[in-house]
């Protein structure tokens, strides 16, 4: 009984020290499971203790359009989401820097600055920021450059304030997925940058 009410103790005093995402829409690269892991490793996921088991799914795409983003919250953290697109995942932006404090447990994540307007290869930056938590799945449409990519990365990571560094990932969580994007005719080929 006295083990059970010091783990019960513990637990109650110790910060919670992981935020997990399921990337739901499009179909994600890694198989994930109920919580989202392997998530932690950038660019896409996976840990370096393990990089996870590819779905190879690939979400076809027309380009010039609006792709529907659904992503689940597992475990809260209050924070912010950002959808990246480039033609590898050698390709895809950092992560951006982290405002830190220091505590009695090592750094502590404050703030991410938010692309505001967001410049390729960042699509969307800030997306369904919050400070408290959220049952319901977050979703949002994000515009597709109208370019032909047979074979895109898209990059969905959620920056998470209040929470202590992590081996892998520092302060953001990944998700990928693999798109196959077919531009639209009746619109003008952009010059969207898909190598950096």
């Known amino acids: 009984m006295k083990l059970f009410y010091f783990l019960a103790a513990a637990a109650l005093m110790s910060p919670m020290a992981s935020a997990h995402f399921k990337l739901l829409e499009p179909q994600s690269w890694l198989e994930e499971n109920n919580l989202g892991d392997p998530q932690k490793l950038g660019p896409c ?13 690939v979400t076809k795409v027309k380009g010039g359009q609006k792709l ?4 689940q919250e597992t475990v809260y953290h209050p924070g912010h989401y950002r959808v990246a697109l480039a033609g ?29 307007p967001a410049k390729a290869p960042v699509l969307a930056d800030g997306l369904f920021a919050h400070t408290a938590r959220v049952t319901e799945a977050f979703e949002a449409d994000v515009a597709i450059p109208n370019i032909n ?9 959620q920056f998470m304030a209040e929470h202590g560094k992590n081996k892998d990932g520092d302060y953001t969580y990944h998700h990928c997925a693999e798109l196959q994007i077919t531009a639209d005719p009746s ?9 950096k």
């Open 45 to 57: 996921g996976g840990t370096s203790a393990n990089a996870g088991t590819p779905t190879n799914a």
């Open 68 to 71: 529907h983003i659904k992503v």
């Open 88 to 116: 590898s995942h050698a390709d895809l932006p950092a992560d951006p820097p982290t405002t830190t404090r220091d505590t009695e447990k090592g750094p502590w994540s404050v703030s991410a600055p938010i692309m505001n």
């Open 149 to 157: 990519c047979e074979k895109c990365t898209m990059q969905i990571t």
């Open 187 to 195: 619109k003008a080929i952009e010059n969207f940058p898909l190598k």
